[in-house]
């Protein structure tokens, strides 16, 4: 699935994934987007920061905590969004419209 994103979003997402494989894992989950926006937390709005940035590090590391540990389906280490990484970034994209 192909989703369209702002240069922004991209380089987040590229961020997520890079988590994603220093961890060893080879699938992009909320848990690895949620810690890039908090790694990158000085782009937020100021207001938003203020108010959910510790509820969002919180968060990221209770997904963490929950992470999936099944086998990704892909072959050669290619890394790949789960569904649920892929239906926030769609809804984020069509909310930005």
Known sequence: MQVSV??????????????????????????????????????????????????LQKTSQAAQAHSWVGVPPTVGGEVYYTPRCAGLTSEAARLSD
């Open 6 to 55: 702002s240069p922004e979003i991209g380089d987040l997402l590229d961020s997520a994934a890079e988590i994603s494989k220093q961890r060893g894992k080879y699938f992009v989950g909320v848990e690895h987007l949620f810690e890039a926006i908090a790694q990158t937390s000085h782009k937020l709005p100021k207001p938003i920061a203020e108010k959910y940035l510790v509820l």
